[in-house]
Structures are given as structure tokens and as C-alpha cells.
């Protein structure tokens, strides 16, 4: 079983809807959570931060951390074709562990 | 804004070829890293370093070495380049070590 579990997708909406992207992982042990966006050909731009539990916003963006169920969200409002991307979770123990990364959701905005 | 520098976007090099891959962050950033990625496969760690002169092994080092001989590069070598080492490989660095990666837009590299 892998320690971030991530579905590939593809994942295709039309625009204005809410996307809602999810990981579950496995680690009890991570304490840091992130998300990066991927443009093809390009590389992972950093999206959200957030570390243990709890919701963070950034415009159109919210990041949301359940460590009780090992599942972290990360939702889009208002999903505009420039959102057109793969959406990559990452996670990171507080002890210098390495980053763990989910495989990507390929995510599709059509106009 | 960070700003993470990789030598190339597209190199392409033959079977038997020492091949290296150059990274530059402008940041002061400690540690750097270096990751290959691949459909199916998702990112994988090859090898990181938290300081000058210092390297760590990743997931997969074979077939690959590392140099960092300044604060601000760190550079990756395939000594004998093979056609499994087809990749895309993504630069990335840190502050310290509980802050979050900034990746580079990485190299595609093509071994024929």
C-alpha cells in the first residue's frame, strides 16, 4: 500500500463549478501538508501550505486537513479553465523526513 | 518569489554518455533536491542535499551522483546515461527542511 494515495483522475467539470481533490494517506506521523499545481510541461508550483489540522483559505482556494481520518481536501470554487492542471498532495513528518507525494489528479475546466 | 533555475528544458544524449543537469535557486535556500518523474510513477526522490558539500541518497541514486559545491547549485550527473534514464527531472529547494519545496520546470530529458 503506498503512503499517499491520490486518484489520477482525469477529472473533468464545467466552469464555475467546485472541484473537491482528496488524498488519504497512511503515516499518522505527517505533520505537514501541501499542495501543488502542475502545468503540463511545466513544474509543481507550490499552492497550499498547512501544517496539522484544520482548513486554510486562499482566494478561490481551501485546503482542509482531517488528521482523524487521514484525508486531506483541497477544494476550488468558482473553477475557471486556467485551473486546468494536475493537482499534486505532498506530506512531510516533523522529524526530517522526506516528502511524500500522491500520484496527481488530472484536472479538466471545460468553458 | 523563489526562483528556481534549470539549465535546460530539452536535452537529448546517447546511451554511454556522462550527462549532467544543472540547478541554480536564488533563495539561500539550505537543502536541494532532485526528482525524476514519470507517468505512473508519480515523483521520486533520487538525491538531496541540506548543505554545501553535503549529499544524501533519495529513493532510486543508481545510476546517478550529485555535486554541490556552492550554497546556490546543485548539480546531477548520469555517469553512463541509459535509455531507462528517460525522464523528466525536476530541481527543487527549501529553506530549511519544514518548509515547503520550490520546484524548478524541469529538464525532459531524452537518452537514445
Known amino acids: 500500500q503506498k503512503e499517499v494515495e491520490q486518484d489520477p483522475g482525469p477529472l473533468s467539470v464545467p466552469e464555475g463549478a467546485i472541484v473537491s481533490l482528496n488524498c488519504t494517506y497512511s503515516n499518522s506521523a505527517f505533520q505537514y501538508f501541501m499542495w501543488y499545481r502542475q502545468y503540463s510541461r511545466k513544474g509543481p508550483e507550490l499552492l497550499m501550505y498547512t501544517y496539522s489540522s484544520g482548513n486554510k483559505e486562499d482566494g478561490r482556494f481551501t485546503a482542509q486537513v482531517d488528521k482523524s481520518s487521514k484525508y486531506i481536501s483541497l477544494f476550488i470554487r468558482d473553477s475557471q479553465p486556467s485551473d486546468s492542471a494536475t493537482y499534486l498532495c505532498a506530506m512531510k513528518n516533523n522529524q526530517g523526513g522526506k516528502l511524500i507525494f500522491g500520484q496527481g489528479t488530472e484536472l479538466s475546466v471545460k468553458p | ?112
Not at chain 2, 526562483?3 to 544543472?22: D, N
Not at chain 2, 541518497?57 to 535509455?83: C, M, N, Q, W
Request: hydrophobic residues 30%.
Open chain 2, 1 to 112: 518569489d523563489v526562483k528556481v533555475t534549470q539549465s535546460s528544458r530539452y536535452l537529448v544524449k546517447r546511451t554511454g554518455e556522462k550527462v549532467f543537469l544543472e540547478c541554480v535557486q536564488d533563495m539561500d535556500h539550505e537543502n536541494m533536491f532532485w526528482y525524476r518523474q514519470d507517468p505512473g510513477l508519480g515523483l521520486r526522490l533520487i538525491y538531496f542535499s541540506y548543505d554545501v558539500k553535503m549529499k544524501e541518497k533519495g529513493d532510486i541514486p543508481e545510476g546517478y551522483s550529485v555535486s554541490r559545491e556552492k550554497k546556490e547549485r546543485f548539480s546531477l550527473i548520469l555517469e553512463s546515461a541509459s535509455t531507462n534514464q528517460t525522464s523528466m527531472y525536476l530541481c527543487a529547494s527549501s529553506p530549511v527542511w519544514d518548509q515547503p519545496q520550490h520546484f524548478g520546470d524541469g529538464t525532459r530529458l531524452s537518452i537514445l
